[in-house]
């Protein structure tokens, strides 16, 4: 695919001014991947249904996604469309309908993940990046979750094994996708800490370089403001907050006798670069959260989060 | 049928059989009719023309074809390639019976002769424009060798019957048997099923631009070329063994003599199709048995030339010639034409306009040169040595446009690798500086980067320090700092006294990076402490005088903020101008761990060999990864010399070693590139070994550098085995896992579906490595797609590919298609089993992970191993019944 060179410098303004952070090198390499799509004033882009094959960045006018039961999201100006379900490579839930004559440029989401896992650079801060986004409305809302609220029965087992860790690693939302290599190899660099009740995991102003995920027993997150979460058996301990090194702003402590997995971030993301999976699966994880959160959310929270993919 | 499917000479699959052994009796019926035609043809002519009369023959069916040429595609378009070759078939039958009828006068005879050729040529590209819809490329390498047998076989049945019945009735009588052999034919083939047949594109083509298209494309020329070669060599081959037979043989002796030679001819070809022609197709590729007739032929004619065309050396060369037509040849032609894009209509134009037109003239010109003269055998054999030496020429230029075919056929086309930021147009630079004007800051400032990046910083206006926006001013000011220009000075200056505190500073530090003296003079005596120390600090290092030992300790930092924003700037700036001891301040300012990130990006313009252990030191962290080994990088030989030190030390800490392979690859030298093929081959480390193929592949994408093969083949077999192994303990274990439904069971099942997985995945990445042009993810993509035909392409693609590395490829090509040939799961075990062992069943299985060298597969298998004998409820409850809950 050739493109001319004043095309090539208009998607790369328009690439630059929506990720300013993403490396020359994979933006030069993202131009190559866009392909031009003009939309007709009530044309669909793509329709409920439909396979995420790819998504769009709008550079003019306006479209609205739209589903039955959804709630719809209106777009205009520089936004992402339709990134969710491909990242949670689901059937589009919602429909995108332009709402005045639009152009886009269009990426197939296989290109895009390609991307992410060619460049840990750019895999990193798209899972920053989204986590940033994602992190206020979480803290706002992470309390009205149902499953924060309940805490269930634990069982706390004496003895955890490499075994043991896999099985609570492949159930932890973050890496379902992730693939059971990449879980085992999580498991054995995950150091299994046993908390006593009452035992702080970390407080406020931690380094934050770490992920802790609840192996038994239940962890609770808090903060002095009242913001307080409880965390049960393969949870991740802060979900976004740990993405987007929010986690010093907390504390944690077990509310019953527990075993908490630490894996250093370091680790994860070097993992990451070894097994793509990883990161499509922490992206899909972050997504999952946010729709968790909109779930709760009043309707006029509702915003456009798609820009913050990248 | 489970012989059939199974035998490696045959390999016919499940599902191909039914339709398989139609196409063959058909093909069996159709050739076994032709023989027995063309025995009593040639008889009957040679008893009654002389041979210079041939010459007329091969003008009329030159003539005759481009005739029935136009009718037979348009039956084709209008019928579907099935029902055409029915309606044919039934013609033919009703033609040959006539003949029959008719007493064999010289006309009878002549007009004989050329309707058993027309309707030859007419059946036989019928036929095989069929199978080429049924099949699929991938297919078509596997059956076509077998299914051309047919036609041998039916050579040798129509033979027999004609020698059997010569001895008994008159030769005429061979007309009525094939008669009979034409009408089972069409009744066979209408059982074919019409499903999955692609009609034939029903367009109007107009000869001219074709014609065109043919010359332009460097594949098709090259197949009009070979078919335009093949059928003069023929020609002439045919013209010199008729007139050697007319000459040598009397009348009453041809019926016997052709009948003997076919039935000796065909039994050959038989011989050959079933223990060679498989073989060779598989072993040798399309591209080596495109090759093998003109070979052969070549060496045939150059014998009979230099024999003075003696009879049997003539005969011999006229059997190569059919036998090879018949079976290498065709299968061939077949395979060659698989990649090309409607096909119908260039192998049409190739087949027929080409081809008669090359017969036409051939035949004009014997016609010519028997009207005065009866030429001589040897200047014929002569003839057949050029013609045939010419093909194999042609022949040999094939491989780069069979590749090139098969890649558009995949569609994306070859990868666009020039990543590299390019020049820019008037148009793109008008953007530009109108997209500084823009009121979204974002734009500005994109604008602004994507100027800088191209070397075009001066089009950014000084006068863009008028903006309101904070982060412009701060950005404009970062760039023209870093430039050479001075227009911006009056302005910047102004900045000193803007209300912000970051545009201050971000104004003093760029007249600091521009090296400008007396501006930071001034700013020494501004009434802001912090920035006059600044400004004396930045002096004192542009004069380069010794700074104080621990720069920690400086009186200009006392009043530093939290956030460290003195010293941030300061460490930039040291790395824009640095002095002599710039690396040791530096380093000193790196005790603080809020300072090392900005100290590895400052070390990384540095340049100085005093920082290589800290730049190492730094690798582990994916934040200053990047600027680590950029430095190191920039730093050159003695740096690469550290860290090939460090990564050949298996104590060197585990998470530097494990980044040090794509810094290896960051220098792009061919001694990183040695470097790197070392480590991927001999690591002890999977993760090094991994890290060392990616830096190899960021070298093959980004430079121009020599990537030696052999090690490179060496890992794709490697991965090909350790696929095929995991591969067939993966089936081994699915095939009783329904007995055995637990979940130690099924972690094993998704660990060897992720490595299986992982190893595909680095086939990928190796084949990239020695095919730095091809978008090889992307068929591999192809190799999953729903479309067989585009997963047949793919895997063909990747066999030409891989055979064009040498001779040392041909295992490693041989392996590769059982890992992406189109097989049932069991099958590929099966066929592995010689390769990679034999897991006979799931406990079998398990025993042999459970001594794995991968440390979680082992222990994995061996849980699952202990559950085996157990009953579920131990198995750890409490943990079961978390990992069972609903997601």
């Not at chain 1, 296989?110 to 803290?139: G, I, K, P, Q, S």
């Not at chain 2, 069929?130 to 036609?151: D, H, I, M, N, Y």
């Amino acid at each position: 695919m050739t493109i001319s060179d004043a095309e090539r410098v208009k998607r790369e303004l328009l690439l630059r001014s929506l990720f300013p952070s993403m490396p020359v090198a994979a933006n030069v390499r993202f131009i190559e991947l866009l392909e031009d799509v003009e939309l007709a004033a009530g044309q669909l882009a793509f329709a409920q249904g439909e396979a995420p094959d790819r998504f769009l960045f709008l550079t003019e006018g306006r479209v609205i996604m739209e589903g039955e039961g959804q709630l719809p999201l209106e777009f205009s100006g520089l936004a992402v469309v339709g990134v969710m379900d491909a990242v949670l490579n689901r059937p589009r839930v919602r429909a995108c309908r332009a709402l005045e004559p639009s152009k886009a440029l269009a990426v197939r989401t296989t290109d895009w993940f390609d991307m992410l896992e060619d460049n840990a650079e750019v895999a990193r801060a798209a899972t920053r990046n989204f986590a940033t986004r994602l992190y206020d409305r979480w803290h706002e809302l992470a309390p009205k979750l149902a499953r924060h609220s309940t805490p269930p029965p634990g069982v706390v087992p004496k003895a955890f094994e490499n075994y043991d860790k896999i099985l609570v690693l492949r159930q932890a939302a973050f890496l379902k996708r992730a693939g059971m290599q990449a879980v085992a190899s999580l498991a054995t660099v995950a150091e299994p800490l046993s908390l006593n009740a009452g035992d702080a995991l970390f407080e406020a102003n931690n380094e934050g370089r770490h992920f802790y995920v609840v192996g038994a027993g239940l962890i609770e997150l808090s903060q002095p403001g009242g913001f307080r979460i409880t965390h049960t058996t393969s949870d991740l301990v802060g979900g976004p907050a740990s993405f987007c090194n929010a986690l010093p702003n907390y504390a944690a402590h077990a509310l019953t006798d527990a075993i908490v997995l630490r894996i250093s971030q370091q680790d994860f993301y070097d993992q990451a670069e070894e097994h793509g999976r990883l990161v499509r699966g922490t992206l899909a994880f972050l997504i999952s959260e946010l729709e968790a959160v909109q779930a709760v959310a009043e309707p006029r929270l509702e915003v456009n989060l798609g820009a913050a993919a990248i | 049928m489970s012989w059939v499917a199974r035998s490696r000479l045959i390999d016919i699959r499940d599902g191909e059989i039914a339709l398989f052994l139609r196409v063959f009796l058909v093909l069996v019926l159709t050739i076994a009719g032709h023989t027995l035609l063309e025995t009593a043809r040639d008889a009957l002519f040679l008893a009654k023309l002389p041979a210079k009369m041939l010459t007329l023959v091969y003008v009329s069916v030159a003539v005759g074809t481009l005739l029935i040429a136009p009718l037979n595609v348009r039956l084709t378009r209008q019928a579907g390639a099935r029902n055409a070759l029915i309606v044919s078939l039934l013609l033919v039958a009703l033609v040959t019976a006539w003949f029959r009828t008719r007493v064999p006068s010289a006309g009878v005879v002549f007009a004989l002769y050329v309707f058993g050729t027309l309707s030859a040529t007419l059946l036989i590209g019928q036929f095989w424009q069929l199978v080429g819809t049924l099949f699929s490329a991938a297919q078509s390498r596997r059956l076509f060798g077998p299914l051309a047998s047919g036609g041998v076989l039916g050579a040798i049945a129509g033979a027999a019957v004609a020698t059997a019945l010569v001895e008994i009735t008159s030769v005429r009588s061979l007309l009525s048997v094939a008669t009979l052999a034409y009408f089972c034919a069409a009744w066979l083939a209408s059982k074919v099923p019409l499903d999955g047949v692609v009609i034939a594109e029903r367009a109007r083509t107009k000869l001219r631009p074709e014609l065109s298209k043919l010359g332009r494309d460097p594949f098709l020329w090259r197949l009009a070329a070979i078919a335009a070669l093949s059928i003069a060599a023929s020609t002439v081959i045919d013209y010199l063994y008729r007139a050697k037979v007319a000459s040598t043989l009397q009348p009453h002796q041809l019926g016997a003599f052709f009948a003997h030679y076919q039935l000796v001819l065909n039994v050959g070809s038989l011989l050959l199709q079933l223990t060679v022609t498989s073989s060779v197709v598989q072993r040798v590729g399309v591209l080596g048995l495109a090759l093998t007739a003109p070979l052969l032929l070549s060496a045939g004619s150059a014998l009979s030339a230099v024999s003075g065309a003696a009879f049997y050396v003539v005969v011999a060369l006229k059997a190569t010639d059919s036998a090879m037509r018949n079976s290498l040849g065709r299968v061939a032609s077949e395979l060659l034409w698989a990649p090309v894009e409607n096909q119908a209509r260039g192998r049409g134009l190739v087949d027929l306009l080409v081809t008669r037109t090359t017969q036409a003239v051939v035949g004009a010109g014997l016609l010519g040169i028997t009207l005065s003269h009866t030429p001589s055998p040897l200047l014929l054999a002569v003839c057949a040595t050029v013609l045939c030496c010419a093909w194999l020429v042609v022949g040999m230029g094939l491989r780069a446009p069979y590749i090139a075919r098969f890649r558009s056929a995949l569609s994306r086309g070859s990868v666009e690798r020039d990543f590299t930021l390019g020049e820019l147009d008037l148009t793109s630079v008008e953007m530009l500086v109108e997209s500084l004007a823009k009121p979204e800051a974002d734009e500005v400032i994109a604008a602004m980067n994507v100027l800088a990046e191209r070397k075009r910083a001066r089009l950014i206006p000084a006068l863009i320090l008028h903006h309101s926006d904070e982060r412009i001013l701060i950005r404009a000011l970062e760039l023209f700092g870093a430039t050479d220009r001075k227009d911006w000075f009056p302005l910047g200056e102004r900045l000193i006294e803007h209300e912000s505190l970051r545009v201050r500073q971000a104004a003093l530090r760029a007249f600091a990076l521009a090296g400008v003296a007396p501006v930071l003079q001034r700013i020494a005596d501004h009434a802001e402490p912090a920035l006059r120390a600044f400004a004396s600090l930045y002096l004192a290092q542009l004069q380069d005088k010794v700074l104080p030992a621990d720069p920690l300790r400086w009186e200009l930092f006392r009043d530093d903020d939290e956030a460290h924003t003195l010293k941030l700037a300061f460490i930039e700036t040291l790395a824009a101008h640095p002095s002599s001891d710039a690396t040791r301040v530096l380093l000193g300012l790196a005790s603080l761990p809020a300072l090392v990130n900005a100290v590895t990006q400052s070390l990384e313009l540095v340049g100085d060999e005093s920082a290589i252990p800290f730049l190492i030191s730094r690798l582990p962290f994916a934040e200053e990864r990047l600027s680590a080994r950029r430095g190191l990088a920039r730093i050159g030989e003695p740096a690469f010399q550290a860290l090939r030190t460090a990564i050949l030390n298996q104590g060197t800490q585990r998470s530097i070693r494990i980044h040090i392979p794509r810094s290896v690859a960051a220098f792009a030298t061919p001694a990183a590139v040695t470097l790197l093929l070392e480590l991927m081959s001999s690591d002890t480390e999977g993760l090094v070994r991994y890290k060392a193929l990616r830096g190899l592949g960021d070298l093959a994408r980004g430079t121009s550098l020599v990537i030696e093969v052999k090690p490179v083949l060496e890992e794709l077999k490697r991965n090909a085995l350790e696929y095929l192994r995991l591969f067939s303990a993966r089936t081994a274990i699915a095939e009783e896992a329904g007995e055995h439904a637990r979940l130690a069971l099924r972690l094993v099942q998704e660990l060897l579906d992720d490595k299986i997985q992982q190893s595909f995945d680095r086939i990928a990445r190796l084949l990239q490595l020695v095919h730095r042009g091809d978008d090889i993810r992307t068929i591999f993509s192809a190799l999953m797609a729903e479309d067989r035909r585009q997963r047949g392409r793919a895997i063909e693609f990747l066999d030409a590919l891989i055979r064009g590395l040498g001779r040392d490829s041909d295992d490693v090509a041989a392996l590769l298609r059982l890992v992406v040939d189109e097989l049932p799961a069991s099958e590929r075990a099966q066929r592995a089993a010689e390769l990679v062992g034999v897991f006979a069943n799931i406990l079998d299985t398990l025993t042999r992970l459970s001594h794995d060298s991968d440390d979680i597969l082992r222990d994995l298998a061996t849980h699952a191993l202990s559950t085996l004998g157990r009953p579920r409820a131990s198995e750890a409850p409490s943990l079961r019944q978390l990992v069972e809950r609903p997601a």
